[in-house]
């Protein structure tokens, strides 16, 4: 019988002899390696953080202690760890989620999925501690490339300032997603082990300033003389932290002799530990960005089950070829260059491609610097992280009027990363900037289309939206107008954007058989919305039904709805259909869809519905 199988909660990792540690570090990437291969999930920061993680479980009681994790990728080893071992039905709905879910477990301290708040949130936790008069730790957890944000200097310069207790442990596995990139990525490069300057002070600290006070004048100008040979750069020492490291992070007993020293510490304490991403499994260890996140894969040469054509992919070839035609074309990543496509680009324009590292709202900001001077930016961002940037969107982008083009990817239903990650919210707030333009295509054709008329045609702030993975049943090039009829009806009018158009031509199949004939309008343009070609479908059918994956606030629905009100269109029956407020759990995408209405079944249903009162599938 193993040793993980027998860990119900801390306390039993806790009880085991050092000696034992080893053996449960490898039981844990089994693990790992077995059940990823078969569900997916984030493989190469977990392998990673093993022993880091069990370090931290011997040290900190999280059903008291508060551990927050920054960006929460690497917490599968912590599920593990407390009482989660059922791996069967992970990140589908009603399984595991794939990051910290306070609603899942007391031991999970705070939500996270984006990166760079983790010290922010922790020392808002210490400092409740401190105003309630209430006795806990706190740590937060964060990795080098989720460091490299502003927020989080931001939360650094505070938490060293607060002189509250607080651990911040910083896993340098010199990666965010990809490589590590900028100067503090150079800077912890230089950063080597000050074991002698590390155990000096703590002698100092505790055997000698006691006993001989009045010489900690003295002594404090020594330790800096030592400080500055040993290490003649340290941004840490200089935020008011005490530093420890770099640890081996894969030496279970160093990292938890670290950590105990830092908590007893009694002040803010940063631990340095060094890691490799994808420890334990060659593939990984060789590529650590391709086993970022994973689908299911051999779990023996690491090879993926299912490949093929994406919308990132077909976006980063088309922008490649775009940059041949126009010299002002220039690429800028936030540490996503592989999930955005962006790799061939960076390999045939290296001069013209700017990985900002997690810094999106540099990015932001950066990319309208170079639009104000002449280039033609485009800058590739999921949905969930391209929110960060809302104020530059507004500020130093759209108040302008600069052309500055955004591919907004994983738009709409993303999956099994659940709420932190799925695209719900950009229609609302893209839709909010001043002057911006907004094309949802269906197909890889359209996406063709739309990001070469973004770039080379459009002026401005211009937005294209794709989901994550393939094309539906739409497979089309409908892009000439801003909304074009695909399918012809009399009953009733079914508007919809991007890859919800399959999905509704199926539903108007479906109701042809059922004696409906449904009219489906496909909406390029999505903003400004031109809503005449709906209102005058409208006008036809008298009802109108809206679907689109987005939120209910500021959705394409609701104006559609306002317009025709205004027109004075009186409508027989409409409804609207979208992802409600947005809060959205992980899982299957097509179980995701079925759940909140967004199958042909489920639009067939709702016209029915509609039309007659009553479920007549």
């Known amino acids: 019988m193993g040793l993980l199988e027998n860990i119900h909660s801390p306390a039993d990792v806790r009880a085991l002899p050092p000696e034992a540690l080893g053996q449960l570090c490898q039981e844990i990437r089994d693990f790992l390696i077995g059940s990823l291969s078969e569900h997916g999930g984030h493989l190469a920061s977990n392998l990673g953080s093993v022993e880091l993680t069990v370090a931290l479980h011997r040290v900190y009681d999280t059903g008291r202690d508060r551990l927050v994790f920054d960006v929460g990728h690497q917490c599968y080893t912590h599920k593990l760890l407390t009482g989660r071992q059922d791996f069967s039905t992970f990140r589908e709905i009603g399984g595991l989620a794939g990051f910290p879910r306070p609603y899942e477990s007391v031991h999970d301290a705070f939500v996270a999925g984006h990166a760079s708040n983790s010290v922010s949130v922790a020392l808002g936790m210490a400092r409740a501690r401190t105003a309630r008069g209430e006795d806990y730790d706190v740590a937060a957890l964060i990795g080098d490339g989720a460091l490299n944000g502003g927020m989080a200097f931001e939360g650094l310069s505070d938490a060293g300032h607060s002189g509250e207790p607080l651990v911040v442990i910083l896993n340098d596995n010199g990666m965010s997603i990809n490589e590590g990139v900028g100067g503090l990525a150079d800077m912890l490069g230089r950063m080597r082990t000050r074991v002698e300057y590390i155990q000096f002070k703590k002698w100092y600290r505790t055997s000698l300033i006691p006993y001989v006070p009045r010489l900690s004048s003295v002594l404090s100008r020594a330790k800096r003389w030592l400080k500055e040979r040993i290490i003649p750069e340290n941004v840490f020492d200089d935020f008011g932290f005490e530093y420890i490291g770099p640890i081996d992070g894969h030496d279970v007993r160093k990292v938890e002799n670290a950590l105990r020293w830092a908590k007893e510490y009694r002040a803010p304490v940063l631990v340095h530990v060094i890691t490799q991403k994808g420890k334990g499994f060659p593939p990984a260890e060789k590529a650590p960005e391709a086993f970022h996140g994973v689908g299911a894969f051999d779990a023996k040469s690491g090879v993926p089950r299912y490949t093929g054509e994406d919308f990132s992919s077909v976006f980063g070839r088309t922008l490649t070829e775009l940059a041949g035609e126009d010299r002002s074309v220039v690429a800028i990543t936030a540490a996503m260059k592989e999930g955005t496509g962006l790799i061939g680009f960076q390999e045939a324009w290296p001069d013209r491609f700017f990985d900002v590292g997690i810094a999106e709202e540099h990015a932001c900001a950066m990319a309208a610097g170079m639009a104000a001077q002449g280039l033609k930016p485009v800058f590739a961002v999921y949905s969930t992280f391209l929110q960060r940037s809302y104020d530059m969107l507004i500020h130093d982008v759209a108040l302008m009027g600069l052309h500055v083009v955004f591919g907004v990817d994983r738009a709409g239903i993303v999956g099994r990363d659940g709420e932190t990650h799925q695209g719900a919210f950009d229609v609302a707030y893209l839709s909010s900037v001043p002057g911006m333009k907004i094309y949802a295509p269906a197909s890889f054709a359209e996406l063709r289309t739309m990001l070469r008329r973004a770039v080379l045609e459009d002026t401005g702030p211009v937005a294209v939206r794709y989901p994550r993975g393939g094309e539906g049943s739409w497979r089309d090039d409908a892009s000439g107008q801003a909304a074009r009829v695909v399918k012809s009806g009399k009953d009733v009018t079914i508007a919809v954007y991007g890859t919800e158009t399959g999905e509704a031509l199926l539903a108007a199949r479906m109701l042809y058989g059922k004696g409906v004939d449904a009219e489906v309008l496909k909406i390029n343009t999505i903003c400004p919305l031109d809503p005449e070609p709906a209102l005058d479908s ?49 899982g299957d995408p097509a179980q995701l869809r079925r759940k909140m209405k967004l199958d042909s079944g489920s639009l067939c249903q709702a016209v029915l519905e509609m039309l007659h009162g009553k479920d007549e599938t």
């Open 538 to 586: 409208a006008r036809r059918t008298g009802a109108l039904l809206v679907a689109e994956e987005a939120c209910a606030a500021g959705c394409v629905g609701g104006r559609l709805l306002a317009a025709a009100e205004q027109a004075g269109i009186c409508l027989r029956a409409a409804r609207l259909i979208n992802l409600g407020d947005g809060v959205l759990e992980h």
